[in-house]
């Protein structure tokens, strides 16, 4: 059955019995009759073949989820009591949001599947909310902790959010010595929809919240860096996205004795956020310990 199982996950990713066949060493008609039997031991249906490609039925892609799982959990097992525990083994799927994705995590990737070659990571950059437990995913990167309970969450990075500018902007309109200067300035805000944007500042009990804005507002934060490179305005960001620019000096921070925040009482760090069950996985672990010790270089 377990065997079946993995020859079934290697048909659904690559979409043919001879793509599968050829990656474990078997003939097209060998996997089609090993899926045939899958199928009778389930009483259903699990694949719709056609000439060109071969996808999952609706019971097929429920059976995913608990096939990945059985897998998993038998690695587990292997490598719990193993003698040699050194090469660690698995398959992670992993959500991050998008920005922080291509820039904090894409860059780390490369050496963490160096350093284990049998590991196997399914990539998934995307600015949704996704569910871990209907979705199948192994650790999504967030930012703050997650609000289900049934979920953990280990602290990744402490998120410094800045206001910042051109030196151009800044000798051109001067520059804002209190919050509430932000009012006469060209701000360019992150959209989130709303009739009114505000940006949040805390000195110690001190405590302002301004409202702003711009002529230009954007759903991600790389156009916002642009334009304020550009000489457009200020921009409030966290500081890993503006890490390069600022050590360049083409950014430069602005009301610094004040602590910047996108909410009243935002959580300022970046979690890794997973079901309780699933950090037991070695390969699951061994991520999360390597973005611990890595990503930190982007809050320096």
């Known amino acids: 059955m377990l065997s079946s199982l993995e020859l079934y996950i290697k048909v659904i990713e690559l979409g043919s019995f001879s793509a599968a066949g050829r990656v474990v060493g078997m003939t097209p008609s060998s996997v089609s009759r090993q899926m045939d039997k899958l199928e009778a031991e389930f009483g259903t249906r699990l694949l719709n073949r056609t000439t060109h490609t071969i996808q999952p039925t609706a019971a097929g892609s429920r059976l995913i989820p608990y096939a990945d799982n059985a897998l998993a959990l038998i690695e587990q097992a292997r490598q ?29 990737v490369p ?16 600015d ?132 910047a925040n996108f909410v009243e009482h935002g959580n300022s760090e970046i979690y890794a956020v997973f079901q309780p069950d699933r950090y037991e996985r070695p390969a699951l672990r061994a991520f999360i310990d390597y973005l611990v010790a890595e990503l930190p270089q982007y809050s320096e």
């Open 128 to 259: 949704r909310m996704v569910d871990l437990h209907k979705e199948n995913i192994d650790v999504a990167i967030r930012s703050g902790k997650p609000q289900d309970s049934s979920l953990k969450a280990r602290s990744l990075l402490k998120k410094n959010t800045l206001a910042v500018a051109s030196p151009q902007y800044l000798k051109e309109h001067g520059e804002p010595k209190e919050p509430d200067d932000l009012r006469n300035h060209n701000c360019l805000v992150l959209d989130r929809k709303r009739q009114v944007s505000w940006w949040h500042f805390r000195q110690d009990s001190k405590y302002r919240k301004v409202p702003v804005s711009g002529n230009l507002l954007s759903q991600g934060g790389e156009p916002l860096i642009q334009a304020a490179l550009d000489g457009l305005g200020v921009v409030l960001l966290p500081n890993w996205i503006i890490a390069d620019d600022l050590a360049s000096g083409h950014l430069v921070p602005v009301l610094t004795d004040w602590q």
């Open 80 to 108: 719990s009591v193993s003698a040699d525990q050194r090469e660690v083994k698995g398959f992670l799927r992993v959500s991050v949001f998008s920005t922080f994705g291509r820039l904090c995590i894409c860059p780390l």
């Open 111 to 126: 050496e963490f599947l160096r350093r284990h070659p049998q590991i196997r990571m399914a990539l998934d950059l995307d």
